[in-house]
């Protein structure tokens, strides 16, 4: 397994919490006293829905932003629609699942970059390479940052690296300090590729942002994780790249430092 799929397993685990049945028929405590919530502020995303339980009220809510024309927020109703944990008691399971992908193509056919991602990774698991990769393409160049770290990571498993190269930068300068994209320049540069050799100096540097930027906290989640399943020592662990990286930083730190902070600049000036 390359690096950059053991990245995207990690980068892409989580889990939704439950629903009460009282929440789920919008029944509950008295609310006569409260202030009125706005359409927009109920269907906002998925995530944040399902951390309200607000599952039946939001429902309703994009269904009423969509008509509108809101795409935003027919987004989030296509995944309200195609989640078992949400919308699961609603019709048939196969008619709620393509009326979910209908509306998120409709919104990704409309410019909202996460529903092109969204749609483009649907089509990638139904075997569709073409459409797959003219969604996330369309969702990268639109700034999707999640589509910029898929789309590199593809053209990297197909070892083109340099093409992988440029979309990590582009992630980078879309996301700053939260970039992500240090982490697998880093790897990718230790451990070179088809159309890019190995360059330890480059992962020198790559490595020093990797310190001063959140994707440190992403690297020890997956040193720690490689412990924990006994995988830490083999030759194509993370673990082994780090400490490798680490040994050439320690021996050529000012460099190191030095050509870290110049890529910085450059890639945060864009």
């Not at 078992?84 to 196969?94: E, S």
């Not at 990268?140 to 990571?153: F, H, P, R, V």
Request: with cysteine; proline share 1%; hydrophobic share 35%.
């Amino acid at each position: 397994m390359r690096f950059s799929e053991i990245l995207l397993i990690a980068a892409t685990s989580a889990a939704l919490g439950g629903c009460s049945a009282l929440s789920w028929f919008g029944f509950g405590d008295d609310d006569g006293d409260k202030p009125k919530v706005s359409d927009s502020q109920l269907c906002v995303s998925k995530a944040q829905i399902a951390a309200n339980h607000s599952y039946y009220e939001s429902w309703q809510a994009c269904e009423r932003l969509a008509a509108k024309g809101d795409h935003k927020a027919e987004y989030v109703l296509g995944l309200l629609y195609t989640d078992d944990k949400i919308l699961g008691g609603f019709l048939d399971a196969d008619t709620r699942f393509e009326k979910g992908i209908e509306h998120i193509k409709n919104a990704a056919d409309n410019n909202v970059p996460a529903a092109q991602r969204s749609l483009g990774e649907y089509y990638e698991k139904q075997g569709n390479s073409d459409l797959a990769r003219l969604y996330i393409s369309k969702a990268a160049e639109n700034g999707d940052s999640d589509a910029l770290i898929g789309l590199a990571t593809s053209y990297e498993t197909e070892g083109s690296c340099q093409k992988a190269t440029d979309y990590y930068e582009k992630e980078i300068s879309v996301k700053k300090d939260a970039a992500e994209g240090w982490l697998y320049l880093y790897l990718l540069a230790y451990t070179g590729c088809k159309d890019l050799k190995p360059n330890p100096n480059l992962a020198c540097a790559y490595y020093h942002n990797v310190l001063n930027s959140s994707s440190k906290n992403t690297l020890l989640s997956l040193i720690s994780y490689e412990k924990e399943k006994g995988t830490a020592a083999k030759k194509d662990s993370i673990t082994r790249a780090t400490s490798a990286v680490q040994d050439h930083y320690k021996k050529n730190m000012k460099t190191c430092a030095a050509d870290g902070e110049a890529m910085k600049s450059r890639l945060m000036a864009r």
